[in-house]
Structures are given as structure tokens and as C-alpha cells.
């Protein structure tokens, strides 16, 4: 064969790959177009938002994202792809933020030969108590309450009916849950599960809320970028208490404050057998005395013009307003006796 016949050949070659390219890469066009569809009706369906973000023309990528609000939080479903060429390789992802600024950190994974070698030689592996989810996934972490209350039985057992392929991990400020593939169908639970998990503790206000008709709760808002954690208020004689939800090793926890308009002296007192040993003569009348027994173990505080409470986890409607009145009495007392005395 003549040079000639060779170029033809090769040309030949070349006209027949890049068909066989451009074909590949019309279903991969097409198969993802039908996702974005399936993403936008999805949005459309349940309040959320669907970006389609077109990138520069020379680009053959092109990103796009579904927003959901679930539970008290905003879920993020976008495709992430690694690697190059060959090595290239989709996951779907939905990722959310804790409404509460932080929660439990965990990883929980499909339980594979490697897991089952690794549990009978005794590696980490944390039960939360459904039997199929125990069986099927690997758990690690160190929060062990913390993570069974994040983990009810509920999405323990959706885990394992829709999502048995599903890696969900936390560092203690985002939930991801991902699974291989570009998924047209599927991430509404994806959402769901990531929604429930990010707004942990987030409803510890709604009973109280209930209970006490003065108090005005804010319930939980924001963007997925920022969200904004619940408030409850309550009116007193010395102003509005504002009670707050924060994330502690265990579950959630209430935290008062009231800030006072004068400067106070600073203390820290934990409450026990009904005494706060620490607190300033005079800042306790004998009211607020009787206050103390009722609030075993909370802390009391002081600092720059502003006074705390704090519970070890949700306090009852009846407790929590000794808290509320605790705070209002010490903040009355500062009228009373001077900021040093």
C-alpha cells in the first residue's frame, strides 16, 4: 500500500472515531437533558428552585442545581464529576447545613466484605437500633447519643428501603449523602433524608412555644448558604428573653439571654441543691432564691451588660419560665442594689 492509501485509511480512521464521539456524546447530551427535566418538574413540584447554569461556549460542561426545602433546612442536589477522560466518574449529591450551626459528626456506609472483616475484628461501628440498617450499614463516630437522635428509626429504615447504596457523612456543620451516577429519579429522597437530618433539634422550641401563649416563636429560615436557627421570645418586666437552640455532644440544648442596661459584675454559677454559690450578695432576692430549686444544673451568667441561662438539654414549659423569671429577677435586682454592691 502507497503512502497515499495509507493517509486515506487513516483519515478514514479518524472520520469514523470522531463519529462514533460525537454520537457518544449526543446520548450523554440527550440522557442529561432528560435529568435536568426530571430536576426542573421536581422544583417545580415541590416549591424548590432548579438552576441551569450554561458555561462558557468552548466548555462541554455544564452545572447544574436543584434547591429543596425540607425539615427546617435548604438541600442542595447537584452532579459532581472527578477525575478525566476514561477515569471520569458522576455522583449525585444533596447536601444541606445543620439549621442549628452545627450537629453530630458521622459516616455512614454500605456495609460491604471489608466492613463485615473489619466488625469482627472489632472496629468502630456504631448501632442505632433498627435491625436492617445495623446489618447493612457501617456507622463511625464519636457521638454516639448524638447520632442515634439524629438517626430516628424512620430514616433509618428509608435508608435502607431506597438508598441501600448511600454514603452519608458529616463533619459537624453539613450533611452529604451521595450516590455514584448522574440519578434522573431518586433525589427527592435523597433530599428528604439529607432535610431531616440537617434540621435535627431544630423543632426543640415548637412545645414550648405551644405551652407558653406570650412567647412569639421565629421559626427556622435562611438560604442554603446561611441559614438561620429558631428563636423563641418571651416578654418580661425587663425585657424580652430570647431563648436559642445550640448543638451540644448529646442533642440539642436551650440557651436564655437578656441583655441589661447597665454593666453588671461577671459570674458563672452552676445551680445545685438549689444554691448558685458565686453570685453576688443582694442580685438574689428571696424569690429568685426559690427559683433555684426548681433549675438543678443549669448555669447562670454574667458578662459585659448581659445575663445567661443555660440548660443541659429542653426544660419542660413550667421550668423554663423559672428560667425566664430567674433572669428577669437578677436583671431587677441591678436597679436595685447598683452594678457593684
Known sequence: MGLAGIIGLLSLGALVFGGYAALVQAG????????????????????????????????????????????????????????????????????????????????????????????????QDLPLGHQRFDRDFIVKGQDHAGVKRA??????????????????????????????????????????????????????????????PDATLTRAGGTWDAPTPPSLTVPT???DVTALVRWFTGGPRVILALPVTRELPEFRV??????????????????????????????????ERHLELRWLGIPEASTFMCGVNLLAELAGRVHHTGAFR
Open 28 to 123: 450523554a447530551n440527550s440522557t442529561d437533558a432528560g435529568r435536568r427535566a426530571v430536576w426542573a418538574q421536581l422544583a417545580e413540584k415541590r416549591g424548590g428552585e432548579y438552576l441551569d447554569e450554561k458555561r462558557p461556549f468552548w466548555s462541554t460542561e455544564r452545572r447544574d442545581q436543584l434547591d429543596l426545602r425540607v425539615g427546617s433546612a435548604v438541600v442542595r442536589v447537584d452532579v459532581r464529576i472527578t477525575g478525566f477522560g476514561k477515569s471520569k466518574e458522576a455522583y449525585t449529591r444533596a447536601r444541606a447545613r445543620f439549621t442549628l450551626g452545627r450537629g453530630p459528626a458521622f459516616h455512614v456506609a454500605p456495609a460491604g466484605a471489608l466492613a463485615s472483616v473489619g466488625r469482627a475484628l472489632g472496629a
Open 151 to 212: 438517626w430516628t428509626p424512620a430514616l433509618q429504615a428509608t435508608l435502607t428501603r431506597s438508598l441501600s447504596d448511600a454514603t452519608v457523612t458529616s463533619r459537624g456543620d453539613m450533611v452529604e449523602l451521595s450516590l455514584s451516577g448522574a440519578r434522573y429519579f431518586g433525589v427527592d429522597v435523597m433530599a428528604d433524608v439529607v432535610g431531616a437530618l440537617a434540621s435535627v433539634g431544630a423543632d426543640a422550641l415548637d412545645a414550648l412555644a405551644a405551652a407558653l
Open 237 to 239: 418586666a425587663q425585657g
Open 270 to 303: 452552676v445551680i445545685a441543691d438549689g444554691h448558685a454559690e458565686g453570685i453576688p450578695q443582694g442580685f438574689l432576692s428571696e424569690y429568685g432564691a426559690r427559683l433555684l430549686v426548681e433549675l438543678p444544673g443549669v448555669l447562670v451568667a454574667s458578662k
